[in-house]
């Protein structure tokens, strides 16, 4: 391949790059231009479904044995770490990890349920 031709090629590669980041610049810009627009606003029934889910898990840690539901507690409403929480009610940083993976999977089991009955 000889000089011009090389210079040929890489400058139309160049040019091909640019084209393309544009392209995608405008496409990127028209979306958030139409979603600022229109903007979402969830349904009444979105809501009630979303009020629900939150009574039913808030139902679901209420009747969790006390050290998980308090773990659980401190892990999702006060962000609370691992290492913090153990250091609060005196255990082990792995006994809370078993506490709040043993939670959040009857929680998910419960999710489930619910919304497999949604169909």
């Not at 979306?31 to 229109?38: A, K, M, P, S």
């Not at 209420?62 to 770490?81: A, F, H």
Request: charged residues 25%.
């Amino acid at each position: 391949m000889d000089q011009s031709s090389f210079n040929s090629y890489l400058h139309t590669i160049a040019r091909n790059a640019a084209i393309n980041f544009l392209k995608h610049k405008y496409v990127c810009d028209a979306y958030l231009n139409n979603n600022q627009e229109t903007g979402y606003s969830s349904t009444s029934e979105e809501d009630l479904i979303a009020k629900e889910l939150e009574m039913l898990i808030d139902e679901l840690v209420g009747g969790m044995p006390e050290q998980r539901r308090m773990i659980y507690t401190l892990s999702r409403n006060e962000g609370l770490s691992n290492a913090e929480i153990a250091e609060r009610l005196n255990t082990t940083k792995r006994n809370v990890e078993s506490q709040l993976s043993l939670a959040l999977k009857e929680i998910r089991k419960v999710i489930s349920c619910f919304l497999v009955s949604l169909l």
